[in-house]
């Protein structure tokens, strides 16, 4: 499986899975190119999963507690 990488003057930007993506993210931005990384992904490259909000074009609002509020956390 290859793996591109989008670099912004010489610094990884990002990693893609498909050549079109990458190409399509470099082209926003002039000192951007695209590199073939082999082996693929770093171990330590952390897997996120994202969420269909459907029309919506923003992120939903988080629940922040005040600090009277929390309780703590018994694992017993």
Known sequence: MKVYEV???GVRYCQCG????????ASLHSGRTV????PP???ET?????EDLGHELRLRGQLILDYDD???LDLQ
Do not use: G, N, T
């Open 18 to 25: 498909l050549r079109q993506k990458a190409e399509e993210i």
């Open 7 to 9: 670099r912004q003057y």
């Open 41 to 43: 992904i770093e171990p």
């Open 35 to 38: 590199h073939v990384v082999v």
């Open 70 to 72: 929390r309780l703590p």
């Open 46 to 50: 952390i897997d996120i999963s994202a």
